[in-house]
Structures are given as structure tokens and as C-alpha cells.
């Protein structure tokens, strides 16, 4: 069974950087594709970015290129996505998934396997 852990997240002003983790136990992360969600109080959850077990990504708000980005560290089972000029819009509570699948995909419901979130507050 593999199991998801996400860190990294806390309260940063406007402009700061924060750098997310999505550390996997149970399997390796190698046959699966990682994507980074996001859901803001009273707003649906959206895809922010996903990584591919190739390395191929994409990122899926407009709000978020150029500023986030993501990767993944095979030899410690992790996925980071490294968010830079953090704006209060941001502000969410931002989960990893991954999918049995060699394709990325914006929708939640195409992942199988979900962490339990980590809190990303962004506030003057």
C-alpha cells in the first residue's frame, strides 16, 4: 500500500518561497505519476502541478507558471514543489496524490492515493 506524507507548508508573507515535500512509504514512487492539488476554504480543489515517472510535468493554473515547480528525488522516494512569490491567493490547504498511470492528469479523481495535506498560509 502506498502511503503519501506531505511537509513543508506554514504561514509566509507575500513574495516568500515555501518548498513542499511528498515523501512515499509502501512502494516506490517510480511506477506512478505525483500531482500537487490545492483547496482554498469554500473553493473546489484544483490541480496546481504533476510530475511524471520520467520527469515530465505540467502545471495547470495559469496563476502558478513561472513560479512553482516541481520534482522528484528518486533515491529518497519524494516529490517537491518549490513555490516562489507566494501571493495570498495561494493560501490552501495543498495535498499530493499519485496514479497507477504513466500520464498526468488534472483531475483528483484519477488518483488513487492521496496524503492528508499540508496547510499553506500566505499573509501579511
Known amino acids: 500500500q502506498l502511503q503519501l506524507v506531505e511537509s513543508g507548508g506554514g504561514l509566509v508573507q507575500p513574495g516568500e518561497s515555501l518548498r513542499l515535500s511528498c515523501a512515499a512509504s509502501?512502494?516506490?514512487?517510480?511506477?506512478?505519476?505525483v500531482g500537487w492539488f490545492r483547496q482554498a476554504p469554500g473553493k473546489e480543489r484544483e490541480g496546481v502541478s504533476c510530475i511524471e515517472y520520467d520527469g515530465g510535468n505540467a502545471l495547470y493554473p495559469t496563476s502558478t507558471k513561472g513560479r512553482f515547480t516541481i520534482s522528484r528525488t528518486k533515491a529518497n522516494n519524494t516529490v517537491h514543489l518549490q513555490m516562489h512569490n507566494l501571493k495570498p491567493d495561494d493560501t490552501a490547504l495543498y495535498f499530493c496524490?499519485?496514479?497507477?498511470?504513466?500520464?498526468?492528469?488534472?483531475?483528483?479523481?484519477?488518483?488513487?492515493?492521496w496524503g492528508q495535506g499540508t496547510q499553506v498560509t500566505v499573509s501579511s
Open positions: 509502501g512502494r516506490t514512487l517510480d511506477d506512478y505519476v
Open positions: 496524490a499519485a496514479r497507477f498511470n504513466r500520464y498526468c492528469s488534472g483531475r483528483g479523481q484519477d488518483y488513487e492515493y
